[in-house]
């Protein structure tokens, strides 16, 4: 089954989709504004057309190209493409300026490329572990686990402030419960509309709040006027990077963990690398950091790389997506009727082998395709916001109506997006509510079932169940380290603080 | 770090805290949608008993919600007493024409949804078709184009062809997926 998965993997017609899906992604990742999710997001209406298999190698191609893209415009226009790339662009801008752009750029490609590689491994590793354990889960643990998945996710999204983490998980779960509910189907929240008896799609709700508000967002900001440093001959640093292979290595491990956890995504693990790499380095090195340092590029880049294969471990074992750009691959296999899952191995047999393989696919094009798109790149620079966002418009439509081939998704899609300003406006983190949004189903069943199940029984009984036991435990302690946060921050009169 | 003002704060930059004023509109707001929420949860019906009630969770869920606003509140109560302040968002002085996009975008859906029509030409064995989709599409584009990116009207326009065009094609064509309208 391996083997036909690689192989599968390895026909030229999905080779070349998978380069395709890398190419757009370095492009569009390199585009300032243009992030990861809202890739991904867009593109689950034109997954919706393909082959199950093409759509899967394709959104790994987007996903893995575009987490490098970022790195780009970092380096060469010091505006980072995606938010993961600010610590490559304090080190490769200041780089570029003393005329090694090339050689940093180089960098930034070879430590990505062995920042997914890291990630795939502990993938391939982790994965059959967890799928073991998570198959014990039953309805009063798969609650736990939703609402540690929303809770750990509003925790990570607003590192300042938790409390606005929650309230917009909260507020997905909210609009997850329009329609009917799926144990005695009595509509809940429709206002005797027909129309949402079905439900919200998360598709619109995530093309609305990653896309469209995005739009609305920058748009109207007015241009940015950058002009691309020289680049001068791309040089892949091979002996280079085995100097910082440590760095290298811890990276990717910090990258791979802060992936699995919900929430925490590509810009955590690349700030947390880079801040644990600076504690780390040899003082000759250290006096670099800032100033244009390599190794700190390696930690950046390894981690937000690794990050990848770390956000599909919870999306595929446990259905809860590591990330926002997960929550789309997840949108985009549901549309194929592929649910992930602790049953996945049982359920699609190979599935999971098939995106191992598709992910390594994607990862060695990324390398080669990396280094002959940074010029058309700096060509994209010149280009004006005016021009490409508007864009993305009509394909923001098009995408949330190709899910359902309903209007109302793109009326919610519009909502969304309305939605996700003035959040955003308000500084709440967008992230959560796509959580709540997928999780609050899974938690709304399984609280009834096991609520059903446990009527009658003791609360000794209730606890006796270990795991849903330790997983009640950790969404307290979540709440309870994330109040504390908050009232650690020690008040600045006149400035920030709580 | 060399430059502190990149500290990380959090997995989205913009998420944290907000002027004092803005928190307490939220979670007034957030107060207001979870006592609705509780309201129209408890008013449900219960075919089986409460324990599989389906107002169960978003009963509790905004009951939760409704605490969360309050501490909300009272973080921005603290925060305004001790004079902490912060500034408006940046994109606050472009509010007018993301008020205009807004409205803009507004229309566009709404013109799809009303307006429906299809023609098909068909070319010796291929049949090519073009419907409301492309045609308000391509109109919004120009209008959106003008009022952003600032060039000429024939620019714009040419710009819109080619790009609803080329969508047009791909979803029609290639993925053979109905497009809107």
């Known amino acids: 089954m391996i083997i036909d998965s690689i192989l599968q993997a390895l026909s030229p017609y999905l080779v070349l989709v998978t380069l395709a899906g890398v190419s757009l992604g370095i492009v569009w990742g390199a585009l300032p504004g243009l992030?990861?999710?809202?890739?991904?997001?867009?593109?689950?209406?034109?997954?919706?057309?393909?082959?199950?298999?093409?759509?899967?190698?394709?959104?790994?191609?987007?996903?893995?190209?575009?987490?490098?893209?970022?790195?780009?415009?970092?380096v060469l226009i010091n505006i980072p493409?995606?938010?993961?790339?600010?610590?490559?662009?304090?080190?490769?801008?200041?780089?570029?300026?003393?005329?090694?752009?090339?050689?940093?750029?180089g960098m930034a490609i070879a430590a990505s490329f062995v920042g997914?590689?890291?990630?795939?491994?502990?993938?391939?590793?982790?994965?059959?572990?967890?799928?073991?354990?998570?198959?014990?889960?039953?309805?009063?643990?798969?609650?736990?686990?939703?609402?540690?998945?929303?809770?750990?996710?509003?925790?990570?999204?607003?590192?300042?402030?938790?409390?606005?983490?929650?309230?917009?998980?909260?507020?997905?779960?909210l609009i997850a419960f329009v329609g009917l509910d799926a144990m005695h189907a009595v509509p809940r929240f429709t206002f005797g509309s027909l129309a949402l008896y079905d439900g919200i799609n998360y598709v619109a709700i995530l093309i609305g709040l990653f896309g469209m508000t995005e739009i609305i967002r920058v748009l109207p900001q007015g241009e940015m006027h950058a002009l691309p440093t020289a680049v001068g001959r791309i040089v892949p640093p091979i002996r280079m990077l085995g100097r910082y292979l440590k760095a290298a290595v811890r990276s990717g491990l910090i990258g791979t963990v802060i992936g699995?956890?919900?929430?925490?995504?590509?810009?955590?693990a690349s700030f947390l690398s880079y801040d644990i790499g600076r504690r780390r380095a040899p003082k000759v090195e250290k006096d670099k950091w800032g100033k244009g340092s390599y190794e700190a590029i390696v930690c950046a880049e390894v981690a937000n790389n690794a990050n990848i294969g770390g956000s599909m471990l919870p999306t595929l074992a446990l259905g809860i997506p590591g990330n926002a750009a997960a929550a789309a691959l997840m949108g985009a296999l549901a549309l194929h009727n592929v649910v992930v899952g602790p049953t996945i191995e049982v359920d699609?047999?190979?599935?999971?082998?098939?995106?191992?393989?598709?992910?390594?696919?994607?990862?060695?094009?990324?390398?080669?395709?990396?280094?002959?798109?940074?010029?058309?790149?700096?060509?994209?620079?010149?280009?004006?916001?005016?021009?490409?966002?508007?864009?993305?418009?009509?394909?923001?439509?098009?995408?949330?109506?190709?899910?359902?081939?309903?209007?109302?998704?793109?009326?919610?899609?519009?909502?969304?997006?309305?939605?996700?300003?003035?959040?955003?406006?308000?500084?709440?983190?967008?992230?959560?509510?796509?959580?709540?949004?997928?999780?609050?189903?899974l938690a709304d069943e399984n609280l009834r079932r096991s609520l059903f199940l446990f009527e009658g029984r003791t609360i000794g009984y209730v606890l006796s169940q270990y795991v849903g036991t330790v997983l009640l435990f950790v969404v307290i302690l979540i709440f309870v380290e994330g109040v504390l946060r908050v009232r650690k921050r020690k008040p600045k009169s006149g400035g920030q603080g709580a | 770090m060399a430059e502190d003002s990149k500290i990380f704060a959090g997995e989205e930059e913009s998420a944290g805290f907000?002027?004092?004023?803005?928190?307490?509109?939220?979670?007034?707001?957030?107060?207001?949608?979870?006592?609705?929420?509780?309201?129209?949860?408890?008013?449900?019906?219960?075919?089986?008993?409460?324990?599989?009630?389906?107002?169960?969770?978003?009963f509790v869920v905004a009951a939760s919600l409704c605490l969360m606003a309050i501490a909300l509140a009272v973080f921005a109560l603290r925060r305004r007493r001790l004079g902490l302040s912060i500034g408006m968002p940046e994109d606050m002085a472009a509010v007018g024409r993301t008020v205009f996009l807004v409205v803009l975008i507004g229309i566009y859906?709404?013109?799809?949804?009303?307006?429906?029509?299809?023609?098909?030409?068909?070319?010796?064995?291929?049949r090519l078709e073009a419907g409301s989709f492309e045609l308000i599409s391509i109109v919004f584009l120009t209008i959106v184009l003008l009022a952003f990116w600032g060039a000429a009207l024939w620019q714009c326009f040419l710009v819109s062809v080619v790009w609803i065009g080329f969508l047009a094609a791909v979803f029609r064509y290639v993925f053979v997926i109905p497009l809107p309208g």
């Not at chain 1, 997954?47 to 575009?66: C, I, R």
């Not at chain 1, 994965?127 to 925790?155: K, N």
């Not at chain 1, 699995?260 to 955590?268: E, H, L, M, S």
């Not at chain 1, 109506?401 to 899609?413: E, H, I, S």
């Open chain 1, 35 to 74: 992030s990861t999710t809202m890739a991904m997001a867009l593109l689950i209406g034109l997954s919706a057309g393909m082959e199950q298999a093409t759509a899967l190698s394709f959104m790994l191609g987007v996903y893995t190209g575009s987490v490098f893209g970022g790195a780009i415009s970092a």
């Open chain 1, 81 to 105: 493409g995606t938010p993961d790339a600010v610590p490559t662009m304090i080190e490769g801008h200041a780089l570029a300026k003393r005329g090694e752009g090339g050689r940093a750029l």
């Open chain 1, 116 to 173: 997914n590689w890291v990630g795939i491994l502990l993938l391939i590793f982790f994965i059959p572990l967890i799928l073991q354990f998570a198959l014990e889960f039953r309805s009063w643990e798969m609650f736990l686990l939703s609402i540690l998945g929303i809770t750990v996710c509003g925790s990570m999204a607003a590192g300042q402030m938790p409390l606005k983490g929650w309230i917009s998980g909260w507020i997905g779960m």
């Open chain 1, 260 to 268: 699995a956890i919900p929430g925490a995504g590509a810009n955590v």
């Open chain 1, 348 to 441: 699609h047999p190979g599935l999971i082998y098939f995106i191992y393989a598709a992910l390594i696919v994607a990862n060695i094009l990324m390398y080669g395709a990396a280094f002959a798109l940074i010029k058309p790149c700096v060509w994209l620079f010149s280009l004006p916001r005016g021009l490409l966002m508007p864009l993305i418009i009509p394909v923001c439509v098009i995408g949330a109506f190709a899910v359902r081939l309903n209007m109302l998704d793109v009326w919610v899609m519009f909502g969304a997006a309305i939605l996700g300003y003035v959040l955003h406006l308000f500084r709440f983190p967008l992230a959560p509510i796509v959580l709540g949004v997928i999780l609050a189903p």
């Open chain 2, 18 to 58: 907000a002027a004092p004023a803005l928190d307490l509109i939220a979670s007034v707001a957030l107060v207001a949608l979870s006592v609705w929420v509780m309201i129209e949860a408890i008013g449900m019906r219960r075919p089986a008993g409460l324990t599989t009630a389906p107002g169960l969770l978003p």
């Open chain 2, 109 to 126: 859906i709404a013109a799809i949804h009303v307006l429906s029509f299809e023609y098909a030409v068909s070319l010796g064995e291929t």
